[in-house]
């Protein structure tokens, strides 16, 4: 069953602008993890952000983490065409489990 | 270091054959798991192998699915008696440990079209 839920399902935004996406999962997670898949291609691994943690960053993007809430949000700062794709929040619960992936928000960044 | 090595990248099967999709690792990784994406979704995990060892398959339909991770060589994710419903991308990831722990790395995926 899916675990995350991106919003929204699609975002178009103009090159220079931030952009934000945001999920929500339903269980108590060990980490969340965002991951970004160009068309047709594999998922790349952006961020891992544990659930004792709050904030974390990595050039041009800043992962937040609500456990009380149950949510993370992805900021893209400064966007570039280059950042057109897909973007995945997937959780992992605890122990051996494997990553739950949602269904992802697909970013348009025009030029 | 090479990626995680998904063939083959398509593969175009008719109703009722089988299909073979394969994967090898990130070199020093143990840990391998399978996901399919159906268009516009996102990816839903199928089974999570060690070496010669299922972890959790619980995303694995119960029919005509299985996978195997063995000693030597790459996780095969086979396919029997295919549908068109088969019809989707299958993923692989790996990892040096489980997925708790750190991230996972992903190949390219096989695309697997049932006419």
């Known amino acids: 069953s899916q675990q995350g839920e991106e919003d929204p399902q699609a975002l178009s935004i103009q090159e220079g602008e931030n952009a934000t996406m945001n999920c929500s999962y339903k269980t108590s997670i060990n980490n969340l993890q965002w991951y970004r898949q160009n068309s047709g291609r594999g998922l790349v691994h952006l961020i891992l952000?544990?659930?004792?943690?709050r904030e974390k960053h990595s050039g041009r993007l800043r992962v937040t983490l609500d456990t009380s809430k149950k949510s993370s949000s992805l900021l893209i700062t400064a966007s570039r065409a280059a950042d057109t794709a897909s973007y995945f929040c997937?959780?992992?619960?605890?122990?051996?489990?494997?990553?739950?992936f949602g269904k992802g928000t697909r970013l348009s960044v025009i030029a | 270091n090479a990626g995680v090595m998904q063939n083959p990248r398509h593969l175009v099967r008719r109703r009722g054959q089988e299909a073979r999709l394969r994967c090898s690792p990130m070199?020093?990784?143990?840990?391998v798991y399978w996901y399919r994406q159906l268009p516009e979704e996102g990816l839903k995990f199928m089974v999570y192998l060690q070496k010669e060892n299922i972890i959790d398959e619980s995303g694995m339909p119960k029919e005509r699915f299985s996978a195997e991770f063995p000693k030597e060589g790459p996780s095969i994710l086979r396919i029997q008696q295919v549908v068109r419903g088969d019809s989707a991308a299958y993923f692989c990831?790996?990892?040096?440990?489980?997925?708790?722990?750190?991230?996972?790395?992903f190949g390219q995926g096989t695309r697997l079209t049932v006419v």
């Open positions: 997937a959780t992992v619960q605890s122990g051996n489990t494997p990553l739950v």
């Open positions: 990831a790996s990892s040096p440990n489980s997925q708790v722990n750190t991230e996972a790395f």
């Open positions: 070199k020093g990784h143990s840990h």
């Open positions: 952000i544990r659930s004792n943690e």
